[in-house]
C-alpha cells in the first residue's frame, strides 16, 4: 500500500489502520522526523513530495493500491491536481490500479442527490474556500474517464470524537467511474499512532 500525507491530522489514523490490519505500507513524506519511531520501524519511507515525479514512482513501485489523505496547505497551490495528474500518469502506465483519495463535502458530481443542508455547506465552501477548494473539485475530472478503479470519500466532517452514526450516500448516477462517497467520520479512541 502507498500512502500519502501520512503524517497529516487524518493520514496518521489511516497508517495506524493500516499497519493494525497488517498491511505493508510505503509512505511519501517530507520530513521523517514527524514519523514515531516505533512506526517508521514498519514501514518504508520515501523522503520527497509529491511534485518529484521520481519520488511517486518510488512510492508506487510495489504497491498494489494508493490511498491519499492529502491536506491542503497554503504553501502547496494545486496539490490535487497536480499529484492526481502525475498519479494518473504513473499508475496508466505501470503502477497500482486502485486509487482511494479523501476530498472533502463541497465537491461536487454530477447526479448528486445532497441534502439542502450539504449544498448549501458545498456552497459556503466554494464561495470562501478559494483556490483550495477549486483544487479540490479539479481532482475529479483528472480520475475520471480512466481506466484505474477510483474512489473519492467525501466526509462530511472530520472529528477525534468518538464515532457517530454515519450517514453515507453514494452519489449517482455512476456508469463510467466509481462513487464519490459521502460519509461523516470520527475516529474511535482518538488514538492515532496506535500499534498492535
Same mark, same amino acid.
Request: include cysteine.
Given at each position: 500500500?502507498?500512502?500519502l +500525507? !501520512? @503524517? *497529516?491530522?487524518?493520514?496518521?489514523?489511516?497508517?495506524?489502520? /493500516?499497519?493494525?490490519?497488517?498491511?505493508?505500507? #510505503?509512505v511519501?513524506?517530507?520530513?521523517?522526523?514527524?514519523?514515531?519511531?516505533?512506526?517508521?520501524?514498519?514501514?518504508?519511507?520515501?523522503?520527497?513530495?509529491?511534485?518529484?515525479?521520481?519520488?511517486?514512482?518510488?512510492?508506487?513501485?510495489?504497491?498494489?493500491?494508493?490511498?491519499?489523505?492529502? +491536506? !491542503? @496547505? *497554503?504553501?502547496?497551490?494545486?496539490?490535487?491536481?497536480?499529484? /492526481?495528474?502525475?498519479?494518473?500518469?504513473?499508475? #496508466?502506465?505501470?503502477?497500482?490500479?486502485?486509487?482511494?483519495?479523501?476530498?472533502?463535502?463541497?465537491?461536487?458530481?454530477?447526479?448528486?442527490?445532497k441534502?439542502?443542508?450539504?449544498?448549501?455547506?458545498?456552497?459556503?465552501?466554494?464561495?470562501?474556500?478559494?483556490?483550495?477548494?477549486?483544487?479540490?473539485?479539479?481532482?475529479?475530472?483528472?480520475?475520471?474517464f480512466?481506466?484505474?478503479?477510483?474512489?473519492?470519500?467525501?466526509?462530511?466532517?472530520?472529528?477525534?470524537?468518538?464515532?457517530?452514526?454515519?450517514?453515507?450516500?453514494?452519489?449517482?448516477?455512476?456508469?463510467?467511474?466509481?462513487?464519490?462517497?459521502?460519509r461523516q467520520?470520527?475516529?474511535?479512541?482518538?488514538?492515532p499512532?496506535a500499534l498492535?
Amino acid at each position: 500500500m502507498a500512502l500519502l +500525507g !501520512s @503524517t *497529516g491530522r487524518t493520514g496518521k489514523h489511516a497508517l495506524a489502520a /493500516a499497519l493494525d490490519h497488517g498491511h505493508d505500507v #510505503t509512505v511519501l513524506v517530507r520530513d521523517p522526523a514527524k514519523l514515531p519511531a516505533p512506526v517508521a520501524a514498519r514501514i518504508r519511507v520515501i523522503v520527497g513530495d509529491t511534485s518529484d515525479t521520481d519520488a511517486l514512482r518510488s512510492l508506487l513501485a510495489s504497491a498494489d493500491v494508493v490511498i491519499s489523505a492529502l +491536506g !491542503s @496547505t *497554503g504553501d502547496q497551490q494545486h496539490l490535487h491536481t497536480r499529484t /492526481a495528474g502525475t498519479l494518473v500518469q504513473i499508475m #496508466t502506465t505501470n503502477g497500482p490500479k486502485r486509487f482511494v483519495g479523501i476530498s472533502c463535502s463541497h465537491v461536487n458530481r454530477l447526479g448528486d442527490q445532497k441534502r439542502l443542508r450539504h449544498k448549501m455547506t458545498s456552497a459556503l465552501a466554494r464561495a470562501f474556500g478559494g483556490d483550495a477548494a477549486a483544487d479540490r473539485s479539479g481532482e475529479v475530472p483528472i480520475w475520471s474517464f480512466r481506466k484505474l478503479n477510483w474512489t473519492l470519500v467525501r466526509p462530511q466532517s472530520l472529528s477525534d470524537a468518538e464515532s457517530v452514526k454515519s450517514n453515507e450516500t453514494v452519489s449517482g448516477p455512476l456508469q463510467r467511474s466509481p462513487p464519490v462517497i459521502e460519509r461523516q467520520v470520527s475516529v474511535p479512541g482518538n488514538r492515532p499512532w496506535a500499534l498492535p
